[in-house]
């Protein structure tokens, strides 16, 4: 479990314990669950991307299979199998750039990581501070830590979480991508290269997509060319979620976000990490099945519907695109699944039909789940005998988080499940 360590703070009720949970959903699926979303993109999912999209058995939209698994808040890195010996210890004490571990190395413990992040930071006081650090009787955890930040104008969390991507790899890209504004509503998304040719990513946004409140997540991604990956996430409130905003913006500028993602010390935490020697490559990732999909997608909106919009989530088996037939922007968005008979009985239940060839069809009208006002969800699913699943959902806005456009979706059911029972999918 987590360490927990108190400091003295004027202001206790700003001590609020910091938890990494699991992440319910791909895009913020309703808010469900609590998680720190640096900390959960640090942990990274180079491992098991296929098995989650197989495995994920809600709709689009909704609470979309568990995009990585914990206890305790444990965060879970890519890798698994037995570690290639202990860990080494943090950059405090070896900076070696590339990752290795030794049997005679200790492990990071969760005070040096809370430690490390206060002496990284500008000068002022720390509320509730909570870490975990690198052991290498659990080498399936990343290591965390997160403090309460007051330089006097107000206490403001502010996390970092490490773990090691496959250099010029699937995740090493998408760690340092600009979020996709359907989904991410953001103020801005600054891409720099450093002279030591890392690339990070910051970017302004907020905890909630749909600004329900009006905390404040500011992050910064940052991915070495030995595949160090720093997380550092901030707010505009003590906690991610559950207390008010003590301030205007998060304590750090953009450029002491990029100062403290970059800092050295991280990038030992990380060669402490036990490695597991079979992973030597990266799954092969099918990226251009995406491309294919949203064009088949494309070729079957309906005439008269312009897509305006189009774009792919991280993973390669959901497309999106956004079409208007001049009276309000609709988004469309579909899944293409193979091999997902294991989960039939959870998909098709009650009030779900067999056609003539066995392929099973549900269909569902109901509200959005993303915050937009007046956002409704119509969605077919459809699975074949041999379990090839095609979900196709339209929704009555351009984006789920923002209030709805017209009062229905541009598509009616039956072209949404003319377009999922498509033999183009097949291809």
């Given at each position: 479990?987590?360490?927990?360590?108190q400091?003295?703070d004027?202001?206790?009720?700003d001590?609020?314990a910091?938890?990494v949970?699991?992440?319910?959903?791909?895009?913020?699926?309703?808010?469900?669950?609590?998680a720190?979303?640096?900390?959960?993109?640090a942990a990274?999912?180079?491992?098991g991307r296929r098995?989650?999209?197989?495995r994920?058995t809600?709709?689009?939209?909704?609470a979309?299979?568990v995009a990585?698994?914990?206890?305790?808040?444990?965060?879970?890195?890519?890798?698994?199998?037995?570690?290639?010996?202990?860990?080494?210890?943090?950059s405090?004490?070896s900076?070696?750039p590339?990752?290795?571990?030794?049997?005679?190395a200790?492990?990071?413990?969760s005070?040096e990581?809370?430690?490390?992040l206060?002496?990284?930071?500008?000068?002022?006081?720390?509320?509730?501070a909570?870490?975990?650090?690198?052991?290498a009787?659990?080498?399936?955890?990343?290591?965390?830590?997160?403090?309460?930040?007051?330089?006097?104008?107000g206490?403001?969390?502010?996390?970092?979480?490490?773990?090691?991507?496959l250099?010029?790899?699937?995740?090493?890209?998408?760690a340092?991508?600009?979020?996709?504004?359907v989904?991410?509503p953001y103020?801005?998304c600054?891409?720099?290269?450093?002279p030591?040719?890392?690339?990070v990513t910051v970017v302004?946004?907020?905890?909630?997509?749909?600004?329900?409140?009006?905390?404040?997540?500011?992050?910064?991604?940052l991915?070495?060319?030995d595949?160090?990956?720093?997380?550092?996430?901030?707010?505009?409130?003590?906690a991610?979620?559950?207390?008010?905003?003590?301030?205007?913006?998060?304590p750090?500028s953009?450029?002491?976000?990029t100062?403290?993602a970059?800092?050295?010390?991280?990038?030992g935490?990380?060669?402490a990490?036990?490695?597991?020697p079979?992973?030597?490559?990266e799954?092969?990732?099918a990226?251009?099945?995406?491309k294919?999909?949203r064009?088949?997608?494309?070729?079957?909106?309906?005439k008269?519907?312009?897509?305006?919009a189009?774009?792919?989530?991280?993973?390669?088996?959901f497309?999106?695109?956004?079409v208007?037939?001049?009276k309000?922007?609709?988004?469309?968005?579909?899944?293409?699944?193979p091999?997902?008979?294991?989960?039939?009985?959870q998909?098709?239940?009650a009030g779900?039909?067999?056609?003539?060839?066995?392929t099973?069809?549900?269909?569902?009208?109901?509200?959005?789940e993303?915050?937009?006002a007046?956002?409704?969800?119509?969605?077919v699913?459809?699975?074949r005998?041999?379990?090839?699943?095609?979900?196709?959902?339209?929704?009555n806005?351009?984006s789920?988080?923002?209030a709805?456009t017209?009062?229905a979706?541009a598509?009616?059911?039956?072209?949404?499940?003319?377009?999922?029972l498509?033999?183009?999918?097949?291809?």
């Amino acid at each position: 479990m987590p360490v927990e360590r108190q400091h003295n703070d004027s202001d206790s009720s700003d001590d609020q314990a910091f938890e990494v949970r699991l992440s319910a959903a791909l895009h913020d699926a309703g808010d469900t669950f609590d998680a720190d979303r640096g900390a959960l993109a640090a942990a990274g999912t180079v491992r098991g991307r296929r098995l989650r999209l197989r495995r994920r058995t809600t709709v689009l939209g909704g609470a979309a299979g568990v995009a990585l698994a914990g206890v305790g808040g444990a965060l879970l890195v890519p890798w698994s199998g037995s570690p290639a010996g202990q860990p080494r210890p943090p950059s405090s004490v070896s900076t070696t750039p590339h990752p290795t571990s030794s049997p005679a190395a200790r492990a990071v413990t969760s005070d040096e990581m809370i430690s490390t992040l206060e002496k990284l930071l500008p000068k002022g006081k720390f509320g509730k501070a909570v870490g975990r650090g690198v052991d290498a009787s659990e080498p399936l955890v990343a290591p965390y830590a997160q403090v309460v930040f007051e330089d006097g104008h107000g206490p403001g969390a502010i996390s970092v979480a490490v773990n090691r991507v496959l250099p010029g790899g699937y995740d090493a890209q998408q760690a340092v991508r600009c979020p996709d504004k359907v989904f991410s509503p953001y103020d801005s998304c600054v891409t720099s290269h450093l002279p030591d040719a890392s690339v990070v990513t910051v970017v302004k946004g907020y905890e909630y997509p749909d600004r329900r409140v009006d905390t404040k997540l500011w992050t910064a991604n940052l991915v070495t060319p030995d595949g160090h990956h720093v997380s550092v996430s901030e707010w505009n409130a003590a906690a991610e979620k559950g207390l008010p905003v003590s301030r205007d913006e998060p304590p750090l500028s953009a450029a002491q976000l990029t100062e403290l993602a970059a800092a050295k010390e991280w990038r030992g935490v990380v060669d402490a990490i036990p490695e597991d020697p079979r992973q030597t490559q990266e799954p092969p990732m099918a990226q251009e099945d995406g491309k294919a999909i949203r064009q088949t997608l494309a070729s079957l909106v309906p005439k008269g519907l312009k897509v305006v919009a189009h774009g792919s989530d991280d993973d390669d088996q959901f497309t999106y695109v956004v079409v208007d037939d001049g009276k309000g922007r609709s988004l469309v968005q579909i899944n293409v699944q193979p091999d997902m008979s294991d989960v039939a009985s959870q998909l098709f239940g009650a009030g779900s039909e067999t056609l003539a060839d066995g392929t099973r069809v549900a269909e569902r009208k109901q509200p959005g789940e993303k915050g937009g006002a007046g956002v409704v969800m119509w969605t077919v699913d459809t699975m074949r005998t041999d379990g090839f699943r095609v979900v196709i959902s339209a929704f009555n806005s351009g984006s789920q988080q923002t209030a709805a456009t017209r009062t229905a979706p541009a598509l009616t059911m039956k072209q949404l499940r003319a377009i999922a029972l498509s033999p183009r999918w097949r291809a």
